[in-house]
């Protein structure tokens, strides 16, 4: 095998063997057929290294962080620093003018084939102004970057869906990417944050057979977000038992018992946590004995409460008590008009006497 | 609207609002019903054994001889999709964490594959019950309007609860959210419909017995 990747990947103590299984492992997550794992592994050997542009908007960095950083030893790190990563604020060592130079260098370069990563949300009231680089609004800079690149991926729940930026009561008009751009293949990758080896996979998948994967109707990629968490949960034989952790510190929590009465949101969540986990496989939310949050759905911020089991409701019950009243008093004030309507009917009764038939 | 912002809503406003109807409905209905009070029977009573209220409220229970054999599916698929329905509906430990949270009374539930189980029983008989009705003339003419609607709420909760469950046709969240509208609207329906039969049908058993053992007939 030839090219830059393979290349760099040698350099860095990667053997054949260990390559050829990483892409067989990427290839069987996303449901691929055996043969994918070898034209992904050709695939990806000689990429031409393509131009990814990476924006930041309305953000907290951890998304890079979960990246680039929690996955560095492994070979998702080295494949995501073997894409021509040409703008990110976080990692690259331009600033200023410089930084802006290399983005519309790059955006000119490669016109009509870079791939766009956007995490962060866009704000829109006051015109953009709540979020700006180098002056300018980022639902300016999201418009132009757009125009010319091949497809867009949007990292993370806050460029997917607006994330905690758009919670209730989103003071800065925050959207997510699919709300501004309409003309360009996007790809979710929601999550707070988002799954590494998810964006790997995209990134193999669109390297390998020159196209985005197969999408959800939210624009996530099916292969990994097709199950629920509670589906794929380790723990879930507790749930159909009814066996279920009351408190973090109980009996139950204690022996690994289902954690839905704690609020846990795997049931309405599309995830591969429980499949994939996090830091290497070591393990993942539900496993290290918190419930679900919900972080790659739509609004997970406003959805009821993180503690609050799902059959629980959401708000408590405020007209309940009134309408209770109501309803007492409004029978209460039928019955009284019944009794007045029997009253009058027997006081309106005539009695008829023999001489009343003989007549 | 997405569905999670669907379910957040009929988990929150939607069900204080049906929550609040049905009880206001029920209170209503049970203040009006026992307020109308009844004539004084000036007859002497008669004492007959096996005549009072209490027995009719059981004797009421149990099909009257030979009615079993004329009509089976009345009693069978009736008592089954009773006895299901109130098995899915305060043994299914879900079910019995929102009661707990509404109340603060709860009990242990049952394997989820049980009530599976008991769901598809209940179903089951509820469409033997519903194709009987379609098919025997002298029940079908004594059907109304309502009796295919009461009907359709009460089966659409089961039906939605059943498939968000099995992940059948749509995805679990939006699936979870019809069934929890379904409950609301049985919930706002039930208290102005014949379904309110839930909370009449032991004290109207009670005064019928109670008005025929005055006169010394075990009805």
Redesign the interface.
Known sequence: MKGPLIDTLVRQGVSRRTFMKYCATLASMMALPPSAGLAMAEAMASARRPSVIWLPFQECTGCTESITRSHSPTLEGMIFDLISLDYQETLMAAAGHQAEEARHNAMKENAGKYLLIVDGSIPLDLDGAYSCIGGRSNVDILKEAAEGCAAIVAMGSCASFGGIPKANPNPTGAVSVSDVIKDKPIVNIPGCPPIPVVMTGVLAHYLTFGSLPELDA?GRPKAFYGE?I??RCYRRPF????K?AKTFDDEGARQGWCL??LGCKG??T?NACATTKWNGGTSWPVESGHGCL?CS????W???GFYK???????P????A???V???A???G??FA??AK?GAAKAAHETTTLADLEK | MNELQFLTWVRGPGLDIAVGIFLLGVLWRLFEIYSLGRRKDLSAPRHVSGASGLHTVFRRSIPPPGMLKRSPVSYIGGYLFHIGLAIVVFLFAPHILLIKNLTGLSWPGLPSQFIDLAAVVTMAAMLVVLVDRINKPVKRFLSTFEDWFTWGVTFLPILTGWMAVQHLLLPYTTMLALHILSVEILLIVLPFTKLFHAFTLFGSRWYNGKVNGHKGVPV
């Open positions: 939210k629920t509670h589906d749930y159909d038992q009814g279920f839905f009465e049931p309405v599309y919900g759905e739509p609004d997970f406003d959805a009821g089991a799902l059959s629980m409701p959401a708000d019950l405020k007209i309940a009134a309408a209770a109501a309803g007492a409004v029978g209460v039928l019955s019944n009794r029997k």
